[in-house]
């Protein structure tokens, strides 16, 4: 069974950067999409971006700009690189790959300080 494992949450002030990492391992098969997804307490999960394999890269208008979504040449690995972080920016970050369905990783806290 497939499985998302993150990594490069934490903590940062206002202005500074952060950049995500997530890897696919297990009983890999073929991807079609990966990205992230973010989600607030009391509000639904967003897709923030995303990279379609063999396809482009798509943004949220809310960090359109700021943020860089980007694959590994393996394809199997994304990554989220995120700059002039705002507090509203705060959220779990939720890395996201489609195969024959959708799969999930359990997500990475970033916290944007003022």
């Known amino acids: 069974q497939a499985q998302l494992v993150e990594s490069g949450g934490g903590s940062v002030q206002t202005g500074g950067s952060l950049k995500l990492s997530c890897t696919m391992s297990?009983?890999?098969?073929?991807?079609?999409?990966m990205g992230w997804y973010r989600q607030v307490p009391g509000k639904e999960r967003e897709l923030i971006a995303a990279?379609?394999?063999?396809?482009?890269?798509h943004y949220a208008e809310s960090v359109q700009g700021r943020f860089v979504v980007s694959r590994d040449n393996a394809g199997s690995s994304v990554y989220l690189q995120m700059n002039d972080l705002k507090p509203e920016d705060t959220a779990v970050y939720i890395c996201?790959?489609?195969?024959?369905?959708?799969?999930w990783g359990q997500g990475t806290q970033v916290t944007v300080k003022n």
């Open positions: 996201w790959a489609v195969t024959w369905r959708d799969n």
């Open positions: 297990g009983n890999l098969v073929s991807i079609k999409a």
């Open positions: 990279t379609v394999t063999g396809g482009g890269s």
